[in-house]
């Protein structure tokens, strides 16, 4: 009984380590392939403008305490 509970322990751990193994071996291929991919297509960097208007930040404060007594 005791051997055929270490069979299964083994055969458990085995089937783990396999497929830790075949996941590692996925993730790395994927991320080659994927770096590849940048490579050929590049991402496009997006310019973000500033605000046109900008608030103060003795303003901000008043309006959102001004919201925040509201709510209550």
Known sequence: ML???CILMA???GT?????IILWF???CMS???GYLNKIFPEQIQ???KPLKT?????ELA???AAAKYRK
């Open 3 to 5: 051997n055929e509970g």
């Open 11 to 13: 055969t458990g751990m």
């Open 16 to 20: 783990v380590f396999s497929f830790l």
């Open 26 to 28: 996925a993730v790395s």
């Open 32 to 34: 080659k392939f994927v």
């Open 47 to 49: 310019n973000v403008s």
């Open 55 to 59: 608030i103060d930040n003795g303003a």
């Open 63 to 65: 309006i959102a305490i």
